[in-house]
């Protein structure tokens, strides 16, 4: 059973930072798929970043440059550094692997944690 764990969030000012961290059970994480997920009050949950197990990465175009993914495959840990945060990136936010390549799907998901940015 893959058991994901978010930590990292809380309540911060408009152009503060914050860092999430994602930490897995899984002892097949340095070959899965992981991504960040959110979704906002009254919204459908949007994918916000993706990590490869080649490596490769890629993250949605309203947090580019703002948003890094990283991944510690010793320490099964998945990270997301959120920068400049702005009121419209209050969300819950999800970690996911597919387990597997990313043309998986994600099924197994994090319980979540909270990032909310006042103005």
């Known amino acids: 059973q893959v058991q994901l764990r978010e930590s990292g969030g809380g309540s911060v000012q408009a152009g503060e930072s914050l860092r999430l961290s994602c930490t897995a059970s899984e002892y097949t994480f340095s070959r899965s798929c992981m991504g960040w997920f959110r979704q906002a009050q009254g919204k459908e949950r949007e994918q916000v970043a993706i990590s490869a197990s080649d490596g490769s990465t890629s993250v949605v175009d309203s947090v580019k440059g703002r948003f890094t993914i990283s991944r510690d495959n010793a320490k099964n840990t998945l990270y997301l550094q959120m920068n400049s945060l702005k009121p419209e990136d209050t969300a819950m936010y999800y970690c996911?692997?597919?387990?597997?390549?990313?043309?998986?799907?994600?099924?197994?998901w994090g319980q979540g944690t909270q990032v909310t940015v006042s103005s």
């Open positions: 996911a692997s597919t387990g597997d390549r990313c043309w998986r799907r994600f099924v197994y």
